[in-house]
């Protein structure tokens, strides 16, 4: 064989070897950008959890004028109920003081529910009251706003009526809430998004 011949298939051999290295950075490149996402397409902060696992309602003037309350509800169903940070509890001097589940003819905090099928759980209208909350200067009644078998209250609202203050988005939510896969649809109809809350509320 030739030199020159010798020479054109170094150079091929060579040229091959390239190509399969250009081909295995640019496999690393893709799978990195998808590995690793782009820092300027991140948010300022990370999405909580309720972002995460929930979709957000409210139901705007509940009732009443300004009785604003969210609606979280998970994937399995359940729904957070809560005060919108438009109620007009908040826009009392000091907000909220104290936390009553002693309501109707039965105190909310004494319920015990057990067991997968939730033994004992209350079914509630969507008008039924949850809990009085108190203020400096008022009192007001929050209701269940979702027809459902009433899981959980939040207890820890008695001693520390504050966390209403400070988080009624998470450590200050007021109750749980099972509704029916039927009910619910009904209920939905009459929340409006986070989106459509913002705008009509006016808050960022």
Same mark, same amino acid.
């Given at each position: ?12 051999? +060579?040229? %091959? ?7 295995? /950075?640019?496999?690393?490149?893709? !799978?990195? *950008?998808?590995? $690793? #996402?782009?820092?300027?397409? !991140?948010?300022?902060? #990370? #999405? ?6 929930? /979709?957000?309602?409210? @139901? ?15 994937? +399995?169903?359940?729904? $957070?109920?809560?005060?919108? #940070? %438009?109620?007009? @509890? ?15 003819k039965s105190d909310r905090s004494g319920m015990k529910v057990t067991g997968k099928r939730k033994k004992n759980a209350q079914h509630f209208e ?20 979702? *027809?459902g078998s009433l899981l959980e209250v939040n207890q820890q609202l008695i001693k520390q009526p504050e966390l209403l ?20 649809? *009904?209920?939905? @109809? %009459?929340? $409006? ?5 913002? *705008?009509?509320?006016? $808050?960022?």
């Amino acid at each position: 064989m030739s030199t020159i011949n010798k020479d054109v298939i170094v150079d091929e051999s +060579n040229c %091959s070897e390239a190509k399969v290295v250009e081909a295995k /950075e640019e496999e690393e490149e893709e !799978l990195q *950008k998808l590995l $690793v #996402p782009d820092m300027q397409s !991140l948010p300022l902060t #990370p #999405p909580s959890a309720v972002e995460t696992n929930f /979709e957000t309602y409210f @139901a705007l003037d509940f009732m009443k004028p300004a009785h604003d309350q969210y609606v979280y509800r998970h994937a +399995n169903g359940l729904c $957070v109920i809560g005060l919108a #940070p %438009s109620h007009i @509890a908040f826009k009392d001097e000091d907000g909220v003081t104290a936390v009553d589940f002693n309501v109707g003819k039965s105190d909310r905090s004494g319920m015990k529910v057990t067991g997968k099928r939730k033994k004992n759980a209350q079914h509630f209208e969507s008008n039924t009251s949850l809990c009085k909350i108190s203020t400096k200067n008022d009192t007001y009644i929050v209701r269940c706003c979702v *027809k459902g078998s009433l899981l959980e209250v939040n207890q820890q609202l008695i001693k520390q009526p504050e966390l209403l203050n400070v988080s009624s988005h998470r450590e200050g939510y007021i109750a749980i809430i099972m509704p029916k896969p039927a009910d619910w649809l *009904k209920i939905k @109809a %009459s929340l $409006v998004s986070l989106q459509e809350y913002k *705008k009509l509320r006016e $808050v960022s």
